[in-house]
Nanobody, 127 residues
């Protein structure tokens, strides 16, 4: 599967953005999907994950209550709705996917749990 993340940009603190992750090349419904982010000089950080049918949703501590992950298997697209954004949310955001049947929580919150990655989309939050 190929993943294409989009929707990043510049937003003021308190604002919202919606990221999309378009999948091609294979049936999206076969894949667990995750979002990660990486700020300059920092390690890649888990943001959220969603199961194949839209269940098994888990959020990272820093985004819980502000971000919402979802997916539309008919459109082969995943989403990350980001509300109440703060400057510390500034990062390159990556979508990822895995079709491995053996992967489950907590591995879905780790980069090693994913086999396919999008190219990343930059999100900048100004104060």
């Amino acid at each position: 599967v190929q993943l294409q993340a989009s929707g990043g940009g510049l937003v003021q603190a308190g604002g919202s953005l919606r990221l999309s992750c378009a999948a091609s090349g294979s049936a999206f419904r076969r894949y667990i999907m995750g979002w990660f982010r990486q700020a300059p000089g920092k390690e890649r950080e888990f943001v959220a994950t969603i199961g194949r049918s839209g269940g098994n949703i888990v959020y990272g501590d820093s985004v819980r209550g502000r971000f919402t992950i979802s997916r539309d298997n008919a459109q082969n697209t995943g989403f990350l709705q980001m509300n109440g954004m703060q400057p510390e949310d500034t990062a390159v955001y990556y979508c990822a996917a895995t079709a491995r049947s053996s992967v489950s929580h907590p591995w879905t919150t780790r980069t090693a749990g994913y086999d396919y990655w999008g190219q990343g989309t930059l999100v900048t939050v100004s104060s």
